[in-house]
């Protein structure tokens, strides 16, 4: 069963760090591009940054560039596989749910292109 669960969100200081994990499993990952994606309220939802299972190539929006890190594990012959999120130096704008989600390999790292979606964590940075 596809399934993508992400973990780790929660209330952070200005300034502060926080790793975001989506555990994904039911499908194999190399064929795909796993993404993080966030949306606040009031406003639409927004590319963050994703990472290439093929090569893993990664994309980062400028708003974040420098301060968040994507990675994936590299465990093979499993039936789940990890993408991380590490995010530093975050800011109340980063407030958000953030979500992780599936893009079929050769599209852009956008909403539009995601096929399937977490159900998304909670991100809050305030003091």
């Known amino acids: 069963q596809l399934q993508l669960v992400e973990s780790g969100g929660g209330l952070v200081q200005p300034g502060g760090s926080l790793r975001l994990s989506c555990e994904a499993s039911?499908?194999?990952?190399?064929?795909?591009?796993i993404g993080w994606f966030r949306q606040a309220p009031g406003k639409e939802r927004d590319g963050v940054s994703c990472?290439?299972?093929?090569?893993?190539?990664?994309?980062?929006?400028?708003s974040v560039k420098g301060r968040f890190t994507i990675s994936r594990d590299n465990a093979k012959n499993t039936a789940k596989n990890t993408v991380y999120l590490q995010m530093n130096s975050l800011k109340p704008e980063d407030t958000a749910v953030y979500y992780c989600?599936?893009?079929?390999?050769?599209?852009?790292?956008?909403?539009?292109?995601?096929?399937?979606w977490g159900q998304g964590t909670q991100v809050t940075v305030s003091s």
């Open positions: 990472i290439s299972s093929s090569d893993g190539s990664t994309y980062y929006a400028d």
């Open positions: 989600a599936r893009i079929p390999l050769f599209r852009l790292c956008s909403p539009n292109s995601v096929d399937y």
């Open positions: 039911g499908f194999t990952l190399d064929y795909y591009k």
